[in-house]
């Protein structure tokens, strides 16, 4: 007796409410088909989808990850969240290129709507070519083990990475879809990984005066009245405000830059 042993990927869709939802939606009413073990999450806006979620799903055995929203230029919301959407995807497939998977597993597209039939187009591409590669790390040739590993590395640098790139993260290339295609390159991206600083307080410098401790964002650091303060350093988001407010004439905060590879 034989069995079926095809692959059946697990491909997780973060849509937005106004247009790509509407176009879901549609393909259902209209009976168009897409796979099944496709699972939608429906938001008010694909800028509301963080680079966090997108990791999160592939730690969570997510094959591949779908972002869909409004066409550009046609944004229910007069922010046009979604040229901040695919700003956001760009980075994380550079992100994921350079923990060693494929890039090809996230993707995005632009649904209004009334365009049920290419949703359904767009889903069985999708799915058809996440079958092809295969289950996440296996294509890479990466044990379960190392792509989880490289995956939280990847996790935990997401704070800083999105502080870094902030500038363009915001950018509205309203004249220049194409433009979001080379937003980000390979090196920009290595060489942002590689200098990821990490801060640590010299206990023998520090006075306790209370400054970095006050003025951390994420509340990372932890001390007391004449007792040298530590950071934390799975809550640091290696934002530099202990380093920039701790007095020179302290000089307590020491930033030290490494080599933060995936591998």
Known sequence: MSSDSRFTPKI??????????????????????YPPYIRLI?????????????????????????VGGCHLDDCHYITHGNYEAISMVRLCARLLEHAGL???RLRIEWVSAGEGI???????????????????????????????????????????????????????????????????????IARLIDEAPTYHIDPEKCLACGACLRRCPVDAISGAKKQAHVIAQDLCIKCGTCLDVCPPRFGAVQKLVGKATMA
């Open 42 to 66: 429906r938001v008010m806006c694909s800028a509301r989808v963080d680079l966090r979620h997108i990791i999160e799903a592939f730690l969570n055995g997510a094959d591949g990850m779908f």
């Open 118 to 188: 290419r949703f359904a187009n767009v889903m069985n591409e999708f799915s058809a070519e996440i079958e092809k590669l295969g289950p996440l790390g296996k294509s890479e040739g990466l044990a379960t083990e190392e792509l989880h590993a490289r995956l939280e590395k990847l996790a935990k640098l997401i704070p800083y990475v999105k502080l870094a790139k902030r500038d363009k993260l915001a950018l509205h290339l309203r004249d220049d879809h194409e433009g979001y295609d080379g937003l980000y390159s390979a090196d920009e």
């Open 102 to 104: 494929n890039p090809r």
């Open 12 to 33: 997780l869709g973060i849509i937005c409410n106004w247009c790509c939802y509407g176009g879901a939606d549609l393909c259902g009413v209209s009976r168009f088909q």
